[in-house]
């Protein structure tokens, strides 16, 4: 198959393209993409336990760990015992990680002013069916659960 008519080359190819972008983009406020996506998952006020952050975000145990770390060294975010569950931690945004989490978010907001400004609602529209569509074969399991016929 060619690749210009590969979904999953676009796929790919597009959103390495977007990770490449937001990555540049928060470099400039010495954070990553993963820091900045794991900023707008946490609870603003009241904090996120940890052990819903990485479902919440489709992200590995081991992956967000390092992610973490890493925010935590920075000083963006602080680990606090739940109060509703004694065994779990609750990650919460200090001053510095509320303030990246705004720069994120300005960023995710002019990215989707941005296309939005240059797509049809039909287009949009057309897109988010087709993504849902695919998230949608994948969660029931039916792209390789069934015989393709040749």
């Given amino acids: 198959m060619l690749k210009g008519k590969s979904i999953d080359h676009h796929l790919r190819a597009t959103w390495q393209a977007v990770a490449k972008m937001y990555n540049e983009q928060a470099e400039k406020f010495d954070s990553t993409m993963a820091m900045a996506f794991v900023t707008l998952n946490i609870d603003y006020e009241n904090g ?25 060294e920075k000083g963006a975010i602080y680990r606090e015992k739940n109060p509703n569950d004694g065994r779990g931690v609750l990650i919460k945004l200090t001053d510095l990680g ?53």
């Fill in 48 to 72: 996120t336990p940890s052990t819903a952050l990485g479902p919440q975000m489709g992200m590995e145990a081991t992956s967000l760990s390092r992610i973490l770390k890493s925010m935590e």
């Fill in 98 to 150: 509320k303030e990246k989490r705004e720069d994120a978010k300005i960023a995710v907001l002019r990215f989707n002013d941005i296309v939005r400004q240059n797509l049809t609602e039909e287009e949009l529209s057309a897109f988010f069916k087709v993504t849902e569509t695919i998230n949608s074969l994948i969660s029931k399991d039916t792209i390789f659960s069934k015989k393709i016929a040749s």
